[in-house]
């Protein structure tokens, strides 16, 4: 069956038929505000008065934006070379929750991220914490609803499943489900994308961890006691999983995005480096979620934090999301308007069923749980 898609709407005509970035921010609200305190592109006097503060400003900062991750290589070249605006990416390996960091310690300051990408409940975090700036991008109407913050302080950008990659060179047979890690053969194998009380990767895989072993999006610990249990065993290893440690041999089997793990077999193949990496969606725990952006309310540089909001919900930028298998939260309505690129949705994974998510409230005291229980269940 065809992959599914996470829950889009469609995208106004405005968009579709504009010039770039959208013919609908250039149409200049009645007082233009400055940058700072710009709600919208109309609201700062439309797309080209946008450009042309966000260039002269001359660059962008950002935190914990690794290159092989959900393609923002080539989102950052493809913004460089589109606005001549430098992309500033201190820390690529960091988490969301080192993001967050980064909005408070830097608050005020030329070093603070104008702009963030991070799980969900990092965003609603920041929001509470009235970090975030209120702005809609111009497909903001044709985000769902859940997959959006009612004031506009972030939006969901694009997401995945978690998955199981396996170094097949390294492992005789690769596990397809969240029983199958249980077996003794993967002992010393098993390793997450970070601590899930940070890494909002390896915090879905806890979640994904708990459906599949009696819990529920109300009920997380059979995720945390799955892990303690693959602890005890020695089959869950507290290394961080990355290209390196998998090239390495350290963590043969990684629980982590699909997008990611899919991502990572292309590159060995196109670096020859000597590993045979899949990836399998276990059926038995399918968990999807999305990633947020969003506006620092203090962005040292404005006028480019909001023009990089227009550019990652463009279908330029959402097209690149999915040219490294991370699906876009605007992809059903770029399929039936035709922006979509058709060959790369064609390798998308098959995944059974129809995505569902969490609740705000089931996020939150899924995040408290993870954060009061991981370390005391889980020895590192």
């Given at each position: 069956m065809p992959a599914p898609r996470?829950?889009?709407?469609?995208?106004?005509?405005?968009l579709v038929l504009a010039a770039p970035l959208g013919a609908c921010g250039d149409k200049p609200s009645t007082a233009p505000r400055a940058p700072a305190v710009a709600t919208s592109a109309a609201n700062a006097g439309g797309m080209a008065a946008l450009t042309t503060a966000a260039k002269k400003e001359g660059s962008l900062n950002t935190v914990a934006l690794p290159r092989d991750w959900a393609n923002y290589g080539a989102v950052i070249d493809g913004f460089e070379k589109k606005y001549g605006i430098k992309v500033i990416v201190e820390d690529p390996e960091g988490t969301s929750q080192d993001e967050i960091n980064a909005l408070k310690e830097h608050r005020g300051g030329g070093r603070a991220p104008d702009v963030i990408d991070v799980g969900g409940s990092f965003a609603r975090s920041a929001a509470r914490q009235d970090l975030l700036a209120p702005y809609e991008v111009a497909a903001y109407?044709?985000?769902?609803?859940?997959?959006?913050?009612?004031?506009?302080?972030?939006?969901?950008?694009?997401?995945?499943?978690?998955?199981?990659?396996?170094?097949?060179?390294?492992?005789?047979?690769?596990p397809a489900t969240f029983a199958d890690l249980r077996k003794p053969e993967y002992k010393g194998k098993v390793a997450l994308n970070g601590n899930p009380t940070e890494s909002n990767s390896a915090f879905a895989a806890v979640y994904a961890a708990a459906l599949a072993n009696g819990g529920s999006f109300d009920d997380v610990q059979p995720g945390i006691d799955f892990f303690a249990e693959l602890s005890k065993n020695g089959n869950f290893i507290p290394v961080e999983s990355t290209p390196a440690t998998i090239a390495k041999g350290q963590t043969p089997i990684s629980?982590?995005?699909?997008?990611?793990?899919?991502?990572?077999?292309?590159?060995?193949?196109?670096?020859?480096?000597?590993?045979?990496?899949?990836?399998?969606?276990?059926?038995?725990?399918?968990?999807?979620?999305?990633?947020?952006?969003?506006?620092?309310?203090?962005?040292?540089?404005?006028?480019?934090?909001?023009?990089?909001?227009?550019?990652?919900?463009?279908?330029?930028?959402?097209?690149?999301?999915?040219?490294?298998?991370?699906?876009?939260?605007?992809?059903?309505a770029m399929e039936k308007d035709g922006t979509l690129d058709k060959a790369a949705a064609e390798k998308l994974p098959t995944v059974e069923g129809?995505?569902?998510?969490?609740?705000?409230a089931q996020t939150e005291k899924a995040r408290e749980t993870v954060d009061r229980g991981w370390a005391a269940a889980v020895s590192s």
């Open positions: 996470l829950r889009t709407a469609f995208v106004a005509a405005c109407d044709e985000i769902p609803k859940e997959q959006k913050d009612d004031r506009a302080r972030w939006h969901n950008n694009y997401g995945g499943y978690i998955s199981i990659g396996c170094d097949a060179k390294r492992v005789k047979t690769c629980i982590d995005w699909d997008f990611l793990n899919l991502g990572y077999a292309d590159e060995f193949r196109e670096n020859g480096t000597d590993v045979d990496w899949r990836t399998a969606i276990p059926f038995d725990g399918s968990f999807a979620q999305y990633y947020a952006n969003g506006v620092n309310k203090d962005a040292p540089h404005p006028a480019a934090a909001r023009l990089w909001q227009e550019y990652v919900f463009s279908p330029e930028g959402q097209n690149l999301r999915l040219g490294a298998y991370a699906r876009p939260v605007l992809m059903d129809t995505p569902t998510f969490p609740t705000e």
